[in-house]
Structure formats: structure tokens, C-alpha cells
């Protein structure tokens, strides 16, 4: 008796199809574990802080917004550069060009708390 030629492509198909799932399954796990534990740090930190429950960290929401155009060590790559923007701007003239944008720079999307904390740590850049 003969032997199915297609039964080894087939059983191959099952066991990677199998295998796919499975390592689907096993990432989602750890992609949700991951966020959870980066949640518990956020608490811990906020605890840390004296009970501030959203302390604006300006390194931070740099890192986030602005890093992209003025680069991560304010150096500038788009965006002019930042490392002595205290000595020509007040804290002030900062806040007004992160809400109202300047040149090519648009307004950024920040609310009031990250504003005054980025803008404060900029103008001490001198």
C-alpha cells in the first residue's frame, strides 16, 4: 500500500499553523503584562512624589513631543536648538511658542500643567 505523498506538507501546515497561535498567545500575554507593569510604576512614582497624583516630569514630555524635531539633547535637527534657549527667551516667551507654535513649529497639544513644567525647565537651559 502507498502512502499519501500530501500527508507530510499537510501535518507540517497543522503543526505551523499551531506553533503561530500559540506564540500569538504567549506575546499578547506578555504585551499585557508589560503595560501593567508600567501602570505600577506610574502609582508608585505619584506615591513617591508626596501624593501628586500627575507630576509633569519636563525630561519626560520633552522626550515625547519635542525630541523628534529638536533632538534629544536639545541640540536641534529640524527644530533650532534648545541647550541655551534660557538665555534668549523668558519662561513665558517659551510657553506662548509651545501653545501658539512660531515659524514651522506648530502648537503643541499640552495641557496647562505639562506647558508651565516644560517651558520652566527650558528657560533654566542657559
Not at 501535518?11 to 504585551?31: D, E, K, P, R, S
Request: with cysteine.
Amino acid at each position: 500500500m502507498k502512502r499519501n505523498p500530501v500527508m507530510p506538507y499537510a501535518l507540517i501546515a497543522v503543526l505551523g499553523i499551531t506553533l503561530m497561535i500559540i506564540i500569538g498567545f504567549v506575546g499578547l500575554n506578555q504585551m499585557d503584562q508589560a503595560g501593567e507593569g508600567k501602570e505600577g510604576e506610574g502609582e508608585k512614582t505619584a506615591e513617591e512624589g508626596g501624593g501628586e497624583a500627575s507630576a509633569a516630569n519636563p525630561e519626560e514630555i520633552y522626550s515625547q513631543t519635542c525630541a523628534g524635531c529638536h533632538g534629544q539633547d536639545l541640540s536641534g535637527q529640524v527644530g533650532p536648538n534648545l541647550q541655551t534657549i534660557g538665555s534668549k527667551l523668558s519662561k513665558e516667551d517659551i510657553k506662548g511658542i509651545i501653545q501658539n507654535g512660531q515659524g514651522g513649529m506648530p502648537a503643541q497639544n499640552l495641557n496647562a500643567e505639562k506647558t508651565e513644567a516644560v517651558s520652566k525647565w527650558l528657560s533654566e537651559k542657559k
